[in-house]
């Protein structure tokens, strides 16, 4: 006997970039969308009956359609409305999930001139939120961000860890220390000043970051985490990911020089991986 068990569908990487014109200052948002549904949709799979299946074509041309009405100005709200109307207008749908990423443009500043209608991207960071609403149930609201590339040369070490006959890297007490962070967050409700607690939340990370006396990448991630679990009520977890990006001190002994921490190659891989969920409870 077989059966179906689970099945989802949808919509992935829409791109929009939404222009607003209405003041002197323009905004410029450019955001890649993705619309999963599950629901009733068992027949189409078994019998190839389409009678309850909306288009994947049209899931598009709904993003662009809202798009263009819509009054949000964080992409968690945009997210909750194109849910909303997923839900309200197919009652075949029990959940529809919707994943945004959004790429940062600012104006473009030169010279204590702020160019109103001229943008730039200032690096490869993403914001990104899912939003899950199923039907009968509080909407899940996650939030995030990747690709944050930090690195600090200085308040960061590793030591003390186990060694054995495979060992080669040396203790050291003064390392640099860099990474691409990849954090989500859990929101308690989905009536939040969203583009606040994001800057806050960007923000501790890179205080942080910044300030912390690092014993090791979890040491440090953990500090990360914590501190925004302490500083955002509204926050109710936080997954952090931290892969270690290298930069190895390059030998310079064969010269006839030293090296006092100065010179170093940049390595991509292999490298460590750190990854780890904090939450609040006892």
Same mark, same amino acid.
């Given at each position: 006997?077989?059966?179906?068990?689970?099945?989802?569908?949808?919509?992935?990487?829409?791109?929009?970039?939404?222009?607003?014109?209405?003041?002197?200052?323009?905004?410029?948002?450019?955001?890649?969308?993705?619309?999963?549904?599950?629901?009733?949709?068992?027949?189409?799979?078994?019998?190839?009956?389409?009678?309850?299946?909306?288009?994947?074509?049209?899931?598009?041309?709904?993003?662009?359609?809202?798009?263009?009405?819509?009054?949000?100005?964080?992409?968690?709200?945009?997210?909750?409305?194109?849910?909303?109307?997923?839900?309200?207008?197919?009652?075949?749908?029990?959940?529809?999930?919707?994943?945004?990423?959004?790429?940062?443009?600012?104006?473009?500043?030169?010279?204590?001139?702020?160019?109103?209608?001229?943008?730039?991207?200032?690096?490869?960071?993403?914001?990104?939120?899912?939003?899950?609403?199923?039907?009968?149930?509080?909407?899940?609201?996650?939030?995030?961000?990747?690709? $944050?590339?930090? @690195?600090?040369? =200085?308040?960061?070490?590793?030591?003390?860890?186990?060694? #054995?006959?495979?060992? &080669?890297? +040396?203790?050291?007490?003064?390392?640099?220390?860099?990474?691409?962070?990849?954090?989500?967050?859990?929101?308690?409700?989905?009536?939040?000043?969203?583009?606040?607690?994001?800057?806050?939340?960007?923000?501790?990370?890179?205080?942080?970051?910044?300030?912390?006396?690092?014993?090791?990448?979890?040491?440090? $991630?953990?500090? @990360?985490?914590? =501190?925004?679990?302490?500083?955002?009520?509204?926050?109710? #977890?936080?997954?952090? &990911?931290? +892969?270690?990006?290298?930069?190895?001190?390059?030998?310079?002994?064969?010269?006839?020089?030293?090296?006092?921490?100065?010179?170093?190659?940049?390595?991509?891989?292999?490298?460590?991986?750190?990854?780890?969920?904090?939450?609040?409870?006892?």
């Amino acid at each position: 006997m077989v059966r179906l068990a689970e099945n989802t569908y949808g919509k992935c990487q829409v791109r929009v970039v939404r222009v607003k014109r209405d003041n002197p200052m323009h905004s410029f948002q450019e955001w890649s969308v993705e619309i999963l549904l599950t629901g009733e949709f068992g027949e189409c799979f078994t019998t190839g009956d389409n009678s309850r299946i909306l288009a994947t074509d049209t899931m598009k041309n709904t993003v662009y359609s809202l798009a263009r009405d819509t009054k949000a100005e964080s992409i968690e709200d945009f997210a909750f409305e194109l849910s909303d109307y997923l839900i309200r207008n197919n009652p075949q749908v029990r959940e529809a999930t919707i994943s945004i990423v959004s790429v940062p443009w600012t104006h473009i500043h030169v010279d204590g001139t702020t160019f109103p209608s001229a943008f730039q991207q200032t690096s490869g960071e993403l914001q990104t939120t899912t939003v899950s609403y199923a039907r009968g149930e509080e909407v899940a609201v996650t939030s995030g961000l990747k690709n $944050l590339v930090v @690195m600090k040369t =200085a308040n960061s070490g590793f030591e003390g860890f186990i060694r #054995d006959s495979h060992t &080669t890297l +040396p203790e050291t007490a003064d390392r640099l220390l860099g990474t691409a962070v990849r954090a989500q967050w859990k929101y308690s409700s989905s009536s939040l000043d969203f583009d606040r607690l994001r800057g806050f939340a960007r923000n501790t990370l890179l205080k942080t970051f910044a300030e912390h006396e690092s014993r090791s990448v979890q040491h440090t $991630l953990y500090a @990360m985490g914590n =501190a925004l679990l302490e500083g955002a009520p509204e926050v109710e #977890d936080i997954e952090i &990911t931290m +892969p270690n990006k290298h930069c190895l001190l390059v030998d310079l002994s064969r010269f006839g020089k030293t090296n006092p921490n100065e010179i170093f190659v940049p390595t991509d891989e292999p490298y460590g991986y750190i990854e780890a969920r904090l939450c609040r409870g006892n």
